[in-house]
């Protein structure tokens, strides 16, 4: 018997606040435990459809459906969402003033679960993580994202990833604007949460680096709003060497 799937998108098409149309006719299926890439050039739609998966409002369905673990949430809120175990890393993190970095994730995680966390069990956890991504321990006090580099806000995004250890993890361009070494480091957090068996990732990107060092079971290819290829780990390596330009020309 075929393992269920855990997030299902069914003839997605999908406009800017109901007026400009950005996806048509999105298909994708991502089981437990996958790792999918979703590529293309610039303007394709990539963190669209990232933001529509995570139900940001500015984002409207107008056809189509999602599923997350057979139910259809399509209709359903962002925080409901991150509840039932969904997760997006921001392609440009915001900045928080007010609260730390800590008390952030120690309360995502509240609202969660709904259970209680235990402090002293919630700070080994914590460090144990900080440690995989090579971050001094006195981010956890400081006000989220506020002040940090590019890399420190990335690194951030995963260690809420790692903390917060969700059924699917949407990352939007995490690798964006960061040198090789802190890529490496990103990528050794991501590595860390792919040991989780069923939990599963979507990659979004249009650069390979971040790829390098991870295994990947799907990958799909965006232009223009429209799905127009998918293959195995072995089509990353055939974009890093050709680039997009066939897939575009095939989409015209």
């Known amino acids: 018997m075929a393992e269920q799937s855990l997030l299902q998108v069914k003839d997605l098409s999908v406009a800017i606040d109901n007026e400009l149309p950005i996806l048509h006719k999105i298909n994708l299926d991502i089981k437990p435990g996958e790792t999918h890439v979703l590529m293309g050039p610039n303007g394709a739609g990539k963190s669209t459809l990232g933001y529509t998966l995570m139900g940001n409002p500015h984002y409207c369905v107008t056809e189509g459906k999602i599923l997350f673990e057979g139910q259809d949430i399509t209709e359903l809120s962002a925080d409901k969402r991150a509840k039932a175990g969904m997760f997006l890393s921001f392609q440009n993190p915001y900045e928080v003033p007010g609260i730390s970095l800590s008390s952030f994730i120690r309360?995502?995680?509240?609202?969660?679960?709904?259970?209680?966390?235990?402090?002293?069990?919630y700070k080994k956890a914590l460090k144990s993580s900080m440690e995989v991504l090579s971050m001094d321990e006195e981010y956890a006090d400081r006000d989220l994202n506020v002040g940090f580099s590019g890399g420190e806000k990335k690194k951030s995004e995963i260690l809420q990833l790692l903390m917060l250890n969700p059924k699917l993890a949407i990352l939007d361009e995490t690798d964006s604007g960061l040198d090789v070494d802190a890529v490496r480091t990103v990528s050794k957090g991501i590595m860390e949460y792919q040991k989780k068996k069923d939990g599963a990732l979507l990659i979004i990107t249009h650069s390979?680096?971040?790829?390098?060092?991870?295994?990947?079971?799907?990958?799909?290819?965006?232009?223009?709003?429209?799905?127009?290829?998918?293959?195995?780990?072995?089509?990353?390596?055939?974009?890093?060497?050709?680039?997009?330009?066939?897939?575009v020309s095939d989409a015209e």
Request: glycine share 8%.
């Open 107 to 121: 309360n995502a995680s509240h609202a969660q679960t709904g259970e209680p966390i235990k402090l002293l069990a």
């Open 208 to 247: 390979t680096k971040i790829l390098e060092s991870l295994h990947v079971d799907y990958t799909h290819v965006l232009v223009k709003g429209k799905l127009i290829h998918t293959g195995d780990a072995s089509l990353v390596e055939e974009i890093n060497k050709n680039g997009f330009e066939r897939f």
